[in-house]
């Protein structure tokens, strides 16, 4: 049997609020310039955007409401209404709440009912499964159009009372490290003149006998007052393994195509942070490849980082062009890629 | 909480060394005397940033990046305190 050629029809972004810069931060949680300096050197993250309000905490959108944004958009672009929508996959790790799942929700405003809809648990490495679900969706059953969705939103972590010396420099280096935002894709099966196909995808955990290189808990009545904190991460275990990991991916997606690495037009990396999307570039060694990145200004958005690099690269695409995405998750550790080529027809 | 004043002269400086070697004790488990220059963290280690911020928190004094990472005594550091400190009070 045929397997249909998938399409990236269109994507859609989100962000709430203006861009917070590393002086706004440090100004607000009363931070010496040595902080701000290091941040701008080690870190090179300039500006990223919250879902809250610094000030006084509120939340201001939810994941639900950047996801819907960026669903409505990406449908738009597509020119698909949402009563034609087959599937809907939606990844993240911080859902709004565990019930009812953030893509249920997203689907009831988008006006899409009636499909199958999954949610990914997920870090960094779960728009890839996203795409690789809906992917597979598309290629097994009816399905024509399927809906993938992602995004994150550190609401949950932050605690806007926190006194700089009473956080762990972990915990305040992720706080600025990682920016809100959602993004969603629309995929489709059949022709579709001009929009880019879907040529592999592949996602691999490699975690076994890992520590993980980060961590997040969730509370509920029965755990409130527990010790452990909220939220950790390794940072020197993630620079020692990403780059390596992000190499692998690479080969892998490119063998699994049939691709040189002279064969690229765009590379999309990893986005965990400025500093690191460079080294990741450098180990990834594809100089004739331009490198689409987003994360000086608008942070590392999680399940959201490959729909803001690809809503970049997508208008510049020329008949032939061919782009490679990769993500490593340090949580458990994952390796996952995908390559996209616009076809002439 | 509000910040002690700084002082003049010897007590100035006596004050930021006591402070430098309590916030060395903790943030780099290390005890040091005045003429003790503080271990090689690297010039990307984290550690530094956490005793930039204890010394604004509890003096004060906000000392630039680079002084921190001059491999200066605590002395030499305390004076750079010191200075940081003078710079920010109100005149």
């Given at each position: 049997?045929?397997?249909?050629?998938?399409?990236?029809?269109?994507?859609?972004?989100?962000?709430?609020?203006?861009?917070?810069?590393?002086?706004?931060?440090?100004?607000?949680?009363?931070?010496?310039?040595?902080?701000?300096?290091?941040?701008?050197?080690?870190?090179?993250?300039?500006?990223?955007?919250?879902?809250?309000?610094?000030?006084?905490?509120?939340?201001?959108?939810?994941?639900?409401?950047?996801?819907?944004?960026?669903?409505?958009?990406?449908?738009?672009?597509a020119e698909l209404d949402p009563a034609e929508v087959d599937v809907v996959v939606m990844s993240t790790?911080?859902?709004?709440?565990?019930?009812?799942?953030?893509?249920?929700?997203?689907?009831?405003?988008?006006?899409?009912?009636?499909?199958?809809?999954?949610?990914?648990?997920?870090?960094?490495?779960?728009?890839?499964?996203?795409?690789?679900?809906?992917a597979q969706m598309l290629r097994c059953g009816p399905h024509r159009r399927a809906l993938v969705l992602g995004g994150d939103t550190s609401a949950k972590h932050f605690?806007?009372?926190?006194?700089?010396?009473?956080v762990p420099?972990?915990?305040?280096?992720?706080?600025?490290?990682?920016?809100?935002?959602?993004?969603?894709?629309?995929?489709?099966?059949?022709?579709?003149?001009?929009?880019?196909?879907?040529?592999?995808?592949?996602?691999?955990?490699?975690?076994?006998?890992?520590?993980?290189g980060q961590t997040v808990e969730w509370f509920s009545w029965g755990d409130r007052t527990m010790d452990r904190p909220p939220v950790t991460e390794d940072f020197k275990a993630v620079e020692?393994?990403?780059?390596?990991?992000?190499?692998?991916?690479?080969?892998?997606?490119?063998d699994g195509v049939g691709w040189k690495k002279s064969d690229l037009d765009y590379l999309l990396p990893p986005q965990l942070s400025a500093r690191m999307t460079e080294r990741v570039l450098e180990e990834l060694d594809a100089p004739g490849a331009e490198p689409v990145s987003r994360?000086?200004?608008?942070?590392?958005?999680?399940?959201?980082?490959?729909?803001?690099?690809?809503?970049?690269?997508?208008?510049?695409?020329?008949?032939?062009?061919?782009?490679?995405?990769?993500?490593?998750?340090?949580?458990?550790?994952?390796?996952?890629?995908?390559?996209?080529?616009?076809?002439?027809? | 909480?509000?910040?002690?004043?700084?002082?003049?002269?010897?007590?100035?400086?006596g004050e930021a060394e006591r402070a430098l070697v309590e916030i060395c004790r903790e943030v780099l488990r290390v005890d040091l005397g005045p003429d003790d220059r503080l271990p090689d963290l690297g010039t990307r280690s984290i550690l530094i940033i956490e005793i930039a911020v204890r010394l604004q928190d509890r003096l004060g004094a906000d000392v630039p990046l680079e002084t921190l990472l001059e491999g200066r005594t605590v002395r030499g550091l305390a004076e750079a305190v010191v200075e940081a400190r003078s710079e920010a009070a109100p005149r």
């Amino acid at each position: 049997m045929d397997r249909p050629d998938i399409h990236l029809l269109a994507v859609g972004t989100s962000l709430p609020g203006p861009a917070v810069d590393n002086a706004t931060l440090a100004a607000r949680f009363g931070l010496p310039r040595a902080w701000e300096q290091w941040i701008d050197t080690f870190v090179g993250t300039r500006s990223r955007h919250y879902a809250i309000d610094l000030e006084t905490g509120e939340r201001r959108y939810t994941l639900a409401d950047l996801a819907e944004a960026a669903g409505r958009r990406a449908l738009a672009a597509a020119e698909l209404d949402p009563a034609e929508v087959d599937v809907v996959v939606m990844s993240t790790s911080s859902p709004d709440m565990l019930m009812p799942a953030t893509v249920n929700v997203v689907a009831d405003r988008l006006g899409v009912d009636g499909v199958p809809t999954f949610q990914l648990q997920s870090g960094c490495a779960g728009a890839v499964q996203a795409l690789e679900v809906a992917a597979q969706m598309l290629r097994c059953g009816p399905h024509r159009r399927a809906l993938v969705l992602g995004g994150d939103t550190s609401a949950k972590h932050f605690d806007v009372g926190m006194r700089a010396p009473d956080v762990p420099m972990e915990a305040q280096v992720n706080g600025l490290l990682f920016g809100d935002g959602a993004g969603a894709a629309v995929l489709g099966t059949g022709p579709a003149y001009g929009s880019p196909v879907l040529r592999g995808v592949f996602t691999r955990l490699v975690g076994r006998d890992r520590s993980p290189g980060q961590t997040v808990e969730w509370f509920s009545w029965g755990d409130r007052t527990m010790d452990r904190p909220p939220v950790t991460e390794d940072f020197k275990a993630v620079e020692e393994s990403a780059p390596r990991m992000a190499a692998e991916a690479l080969d892998e997606v490119l063998d699994g195509v049939g691709w040189k690495k002279s064969d690229l037009d765009y590379l999309l990396p990893p986005q965990l942070s400025a500093r690191m999307t460079e080294r990741v570039l450098e180990e990834l060694d594809a100089p004739g490849a331009e490198p689409v990145s987003r994360v000086l200004e608008i942070g590392n958005t999680g399940n959201a980082i490959p729909y803001f690099q690809l809503e970049q690269v997508l208008p510049r695409l020329a008949d032939g062009d061919r782009l490679a995405g990769v993500s490593v998750e340090a949580s458990k550790w994952i390796k996952a890629g995908y390559a996209l080529e616009m076809a002439a027809h | 909480m509000t910040q002690p004043e700084p002082g003049t002269g010897d007590d100035a400086l006596g004050e930021a060394e006591r402070a430098l070697v309590e916030i060395c004790r903790e943030v780099l488990r290390v005890d040091l005397g005045p003429d003790d220059r503080l271990p090689d963290l690297g010039t990307r280690s984290i550690l530094i940033i956490e005793i930039a911020v204890r010394l604004q928190d509890r003096l004060g004094a906000d000392v630039p990046l680079e002084t921190l990472l001059e491999g200066r005594t605590v002395r030499g550091l305390a004076e750079a305190v010191v200075e940081a400190r003078s710079e920010a009070a109100p005149r």
